[in-house]
């Protein structure tokens, strides 16, 4: 995510960073390039005139500009559902540890590492590490092995789905402290709703991030704006004449850029400067809970680099 | 689903999988023929001089583009509810399955095969299958055999509703704990939530599959695409010439193909290449749950074939 | 609901089934004789030159599309809830039934005749019949009698509000059950989500039923439709000459097409053909509540009749 | 609420009630009246031709159409999330009375008088009514009284939210029944919930009343929709002469009207023929409610007052 | 938040107050000078004749009216989901402080100062006004003090999150109660879900404020609409001649002042006019929970100041 306060008018305008420039720019060029070679033979191809007049390019602009706009929404929708689905882990983790902290049959101890309950936070705060881990594609082995220590770890790592793994284990600590009493069922149920909504965002993580946009859609537009660009130099040519190359890099560089930023934003998990910063966003998981626990060696949040938070 | 990285821009231009070219090419042949003949009489029917202009050309496309939209979203948001409530069959199965191994009375016992729990978690299992089955009106008799043996697939089989039927034995075997007092009411109560939350589930698929978009909507754009189509020749000829042809492809090309694209995904639990992989989530479910109960002996995921997930 | 598989794109073309024609015939051709007449008197009025030219008609047509798409999504919109809200009588009902049959105190008689929860069911199933009688504006007698027997219909018929009734006849029975200690305050209290959830099932389509999109919509769509429709001739006589008629006929199909597809669709509780299925719908949970009593005299699912469920 | 059947297409075409025209009659006769001086004048304005052509209209017009399309949508949604939560006002009422008078452990008393869940079920009622007098900024005092009584209805204006006073009566009730063992805590809980889905119902409905659509998009929208109709004249007057006015008429009925249908419905509780009946969904309440506690005396269901239901 | 009835429409015209022309004051007089000079000039630049026709800018104008109302929604989307949020704010904390009071084994006692649940509700009131500034990061020191005294405002000083801190505060005197069997484990879990419910409406609002629209669609929209303005006085000059400036002004100000709404209100948690009265909203939120403490002593609600809210 790219953290930037909006600059004025003058200097937005000529910002880099956080652009999709470097993304277009060999496409744009292309297609500049076969504008300007366009221009200067007033629209002949090997001695035959082609003239497309702007007419066409009205008819086909505007289906495009509408079905340009629907995959935008679509990706736009997918980057904030993602975003919404980070908020649920935060706002879950925090109110089980609240719950798991204050709703015991027992006040909690004052000393974290005398209590059986930490180990529950312990690994809520695993669980969104390991989550930002498998949708990055990472190895989230040594995040959990410094919270839970190298036996979890090797465990964690045995399973074929860690996120899980690790709701089962804050599951099965409940249930021990179920059945030693410590713990009203009633509480507990409640307790275990965050739990399933922990595994619900889980879900919808891996649903977006396994899930495209259906391909035909990327072909069929793509296939559309570059005909479109490649062709409206010969609309335009007897109109504006050298002038041309400018308006076709104005119209290209708005529908590829558009094009661009949805095909980046619609899988939110990445690296990209426009992606969602999920560590970012466990740092902070981290340090909440951590805090509910009582601990007072806190990390830092985690500042962005260069301008982009990950 | 098709499983493709986007390629860049030149190759993504001339990819055929995953493309909706095959199932327009006739209705885009015929129309770049007839574009072709018209070219040649230059506008000439039958000696009558056909002079349309592109002037109701650009009154009808944008109202054309406008509705075409409108029915696009219709179709993706049924394609993506869809998805949604596969990922709720996902988190809630999983949720039950944790749920019922670790806030039972007793501790899951560590054989799967002594302890009747199992039987529970392996009926959720077949739950999914048995929906997946319904969806595509393929038989889930193998799959529920498989699962729960030859006595149960029988009963299955009986049943008016498989899946309704199935999540019944859940609730049966959830009433038999409670009554033998191995769960407590509260929590009875609150893993029952995650069964009807699988009715949910179940009601929601059945109903994007049994309830389509108003057939009304579908002849009424598809005629009005086609006539656009068909008579744009004879709008584009006199301005543009020989180039009817080619424009008329492009135009048809995107009107056409998002026409198609939102009539295979409405209906999104198929088995063309853009539906959902029911069957790769299918197995998802069984991996996960399976290995809840601690067995492993598990499948492997599904893998894709000749790049398309089903 | 208009039940056919998509045939191909020329039997499509032709297709009456489904049609919203019927409805636009009169509308239809009102307004393409009046172009036939335009376009033979070269857009003489009485002696009077009318020369609109397209222009004001481009000005227009691009505001009408846009508010016809949005009273199109607003309807599609309502006709979508209203389907979902069904989906939810659908899974509550069999949610509802399946936790009385498992959850109570007593495993259920195999004998559904000698059972009191069998009343409890027998209510839910009658809810939904009333709950279609309701929108749908025709007696629920008889169907209530059929399920329920005499006593009970005569007090449904006394009843204002007949779904309410019958859900409180559920209640009641539900709090005898509890206070007869054969079901447990938590488990009722789950049952009773279930009724609260058809309740407001109920309340959704009272309010799709009883509040309508604002009249000034539908008025200001109507309006702007037809002025444009009827002026339309003498906008593209001079342009297109003798084709005018035909070009207006095909702007007047989409736009009056459109505006009645929207108007049919947004009381979507209707008997006509693109309305809802509640007949069929109603049918499926009758099987699906008998079955889950354990009965086995099932009445056959809901055919369609001329292709069409009502 | 305007209760009115769709006429035919004619008689639509004339209808007055229910239409916007009212509202927008100076603006669209100042505007046609100029349009007709500009006719008459041929586009002079004090000897100076004004030459605009209709190019700068096409080029603004449709971004106002997108825009007025935009603040439509937003103004529709307030309206329809208002009746949706006035929907969960009626269902959460109905499903409150229905649990008072069956799942305490006691049934409930013949004769409503006896009951001290009557004023319960009455405080509830009181509660719809006190929100629509709050949202019309009415006297809610008298609806109160009738139903409990001068002394309720003392302490109830002395409060500085009166809906909040009734919900806070109720839950002191329900707290009383759970001291007296009359009500299970599970049950008291659940009834609870009720209680807190009207809390937010009416917070939903303040949150409406009191943050309009931002201040600037209606101003930027209206100053763009009224430059662009006066200023239209000169744009069309060399095009299409003494035709003008008539399509200036046109134009801006189109454009003024949606700015006015929009205004109206997106502030949705007040007296206006477009508004929700608030006063017929609490009528329909008192009704549900009052049977529920087996009065027989009940109100009649409000009837539209010159086809207008308020 | 604005708060002003509408005027007339000729008042409307000129109102001042919450335009959003002093925003983009300067950008608009650098486009009106500019396409003052090009009118001059006759669209020479240097001795060279730009001629651009209008037809570029209907091609990019109707991408770009497109594209700035997704943006546009988009950010609307986030304002109305920020006071969503709020209201759910205001509507669980009223919840919360009617269950306190209510539902505890023993009956609230007539003086708050002796009550300890009165704390519980104090710090409800606290966590508002605390999200309050950490959303508009001023100090909520005071605040906290002049509520729950200075031992507490240390406290809260210290923590990382002081919103989380005030919640887990909640939840440890929920937790004390519970233990002390002052309220059922029933009753404290119904009450914990709304303790869950502020830290799910806190996460929501963080999850807006630290999370904008990427970054890349405001470089696009801007730069798109900076060149179509400054360029469009080169497209028109030729057609309409010195009513350029003029026609550039209407069209600048619809983009630009569209592009400076979406803008403000994107980021809603603000102090600007167009922003949420969040002050206002904490006041009602204080005033309601006082009164249900049975205080007498309210402050009054919050007055507009010049006209607006904040």
């Known amino acids: 995510m790219i953290v930037v306060d909006r600059p004025n008018a003058l200097r937005l305008f000529f910002a880099l960073r956080g652009s999709i420039l470097p993304r277009i720019f060999w496409s744009l060029a292309t297609c500049t390039v076969l504008a300007t070679a366009v221009a200067f033979s007033h629209g002949m191809l090997f001695q035959w005139k082609v003239t497309l007049t702007p007419v066409p390019f009205s008819l086909i602009g ?112 409940l249930g021990e402290a179920l059945r030693a009493g410590q713990v009203d069922a009633r509480i507990a149920a409640e307790i275990d709703t965050h739990v399933s909504g922990l595994a619900a965002a889980a879900a919808g993580c891996e649903r977006i991030a396994s899930t495209p946009i259906p391909f035909a859609y990327t072909l069929l537009l793509h296939r559309t704006a570059y005909v479109y660009c490649f062709l409206l130099p010969f ?29 980046e934003i619609k899988d939110p998990f990445g690296l990209k400067p426009n992606h969602l910063p999920l560590e970012a966003i466990c740092r902070t998981i981290e340090i909440n809970l951590l805090e509910a626990l009582g601990e007072t060696d806190l990390p830092p949040p985690l500042a962005p680099l260069a301008g982009v938070l990950r």
């Open 62 to 173: 505007l289906a495009l500009a509408i079905f340009l706009g629907f995959r935008n929404t679509a990706a736009y929708d997918r980057y904030w559902e993602a975003r919404r689905l980070w908020g649920d882990v935060v706002h879950r983790s925090r109110s089980l540890a609240r719950e798991v902290q204050t709703l015991f049959q027992t006040p909690a101890a004052p000393d974290p590492a005398d209590d059986a309950r930490a180990v529950l936070v312990r690994r809520t705060i695993g669980f969104a590490h390991a989550l930002r881990h498998q949708l990055r594609d990472s190895d989230a082995g040594p995040d959990i092995e410094r919270l839970l220590g190298a036996d979890e770890a090797r465990a964690f790592r045995a399973a074929s789905l860690g996120t899980e793994h690790l709701l089962r284990g804050v599951g099965r600590g």
């Open 235 to 263: 609309g335009l040519v007897d109109l504006i004449g050298y002038l041309t190359p400018f308006v076709v890099l104005v119209v290209a560089y708005t529908f590829f850029g558009l094009d661009a930023v949805g095909d």
